[in-house]
């Protein structure tokens, strides 16, 4: 029997959550503004997803993977490496990664709770594109996700 065959709910949402990420990108990478309103419930369900629900299924994660060593012939690739301690390390990256996520979680609970208040009266001008929609990001590099922001002033 396959991971998948074994695990097939748990690798399909995986799969969703990353397509979600993966859309909320698409929708914004060239989008006209986002209004606060928008942004704080956009950013409470991340919030939940990114910080505590990621650091959670991380933790958990771990400690299943943990217990497949009693519960699995496992193998290795490469003859040289050994299980147990292939495992140690995964959840040694799992632990260090799922207090990023909690860290995660209290920078969006911040961001939302900065615009909490605010809301708008409508739209200044006709919708379409801002000057600053030029600007993406690329994944996971820290320099071009900072450089994506711009401080209002």
Do not use: W
């Amino acid at each position: 029997m396959t991971e998948q065959e074994e695990q097939p709910g748990l690798i399909s949402l995986a799969d969703e959550a990353y397509e979600a990420i993966r859309a909320i990108n698409h929708l914004t990478i060239n989008a006209s503004s986002v209004p606060a309103p928008v942004a704080y419930r956009v950013l409470g369900n991340l919030k939940m997803a990114l910080g505590c629900g990621a650091e959670q299924a991380l933790n958990q994660l771990g400690g299943r993977l943990a217990e497949s060593l009693d519960d699995f012939d496992l193998t290795e690739d490469d003859e040289r490496r050994n299980a147990a301690a292939s495992v140690a390390e995964a959840l040694d990256n799992l632990h260090a990664a799922a207090a990023l996520a909690s860290s995660v979680g209290s920078y969006l609970a911040a961001a939302q709770s900065a615009i909490a208040g605010q809301g708008h009266r409508g739209r200044l001008r006709e919708s379409g594109t801002s000057p600053r929609d030029a600007r993406g990001s690329r994944c996971c590099r820290p320099s071009a996700a900072s450089a994506s922001f711009s401080r209002v002033q």
